[in-house]
């Protein structure tokens, strides 16, 4: 099997936490494409049985598709930015890809403020 040079860099996040790292990711190392989809979440520290179906908490999961060369980089800068080496704040991983196409915005798009 022969893989892209392409490399999926995800993380699962708490609320809040990505678009601040998008951000980051767009000024520092000008990536322009990323996503942030939301979904529900536990922490396996608290067993389900004691916390119900209601408790569980939203999550932001980031992807971000980068060339081989910068995987390790941008990796590292998530990891940093996000703090995902203190307890509860997430969970970070790669892969390589088979197959991806490149999408960009044009230039003349404005951006976001909040």
């Avoid at 936490?17 to 989809?37: A, S």
């Avoid at 979904?39 to 971000?64: F, I």
């Avoid at 203190?86 to 404005?110: C, K, N, V, W």
Wanted: aromatic fraction near 6%.
């Amino acid at each position: 099997m022969k893989f892209s040079n392409k490399k999926l860099i995800m993380s699962i996040l708490p609320k809040g936490t990505g678009r601040e790292v998008l951000q980051g990711l767009r000024k520092d190392h000008q990536i322009k494409t990323g996503n942030i989809n939301m979904a529900r979440g536990a922490g396996m520290y608290n067993p389900l049985d004691k916390r119900g179906v209601g408790e569980q908490t939203e999550k932001e999961m980031l992807t971000v598709v980068v060339s081989a060369e910068q995987a390790d980089d941008v990796f590292a800068y998530i990891y940093d930015a996000a703090k995902i080496d203190e307890p509860h704040h997430g969970i970070i991983f790669q892969s390589d890809l088979m197959r991806s196409s490149e999408y960009t915005l044009p230039d003349d798009i404005a951006e976001e403020t909040e």
